[in-house]
């Protein structure tokens, strides 16, 4: 993994954790990037793993926590 996706992985992280994604136009502009590359990343985080879901009603993503 190179230095720059997992920066980017550690980005979409610390947001998420922070409940502070905004919906996906707002959140890829947080961390500069284009809503596909977020999805992107979203996705690739998910095959590793994380626990991430969007919010419909919140239009916010979270992550499930037990």
Known sequence: MS???FNRIEQ???LISSKSTGKPKEFAKKIG???RS???T???MKK???PI????QK???FCITR
Request: hydrophobic content about 45%; charged content about 20%; some cysteine.
């Open 3 to 5: 230095l720059q996706l």
């Open 12 to 14: 979409v992280d610390f």
């Open 33 to 35: 990037l284009s809503e």
């Open 38 to 40: 977020l999805y992107d």
């Open 42 to 44: 979203i996705n690739l």
């Open 48 to 50: 590793l793993g994380a």
């Open 53 to 56: 879901l969007y919010c419909k």
């Open 59 to 61: 239009k916010t993503y």
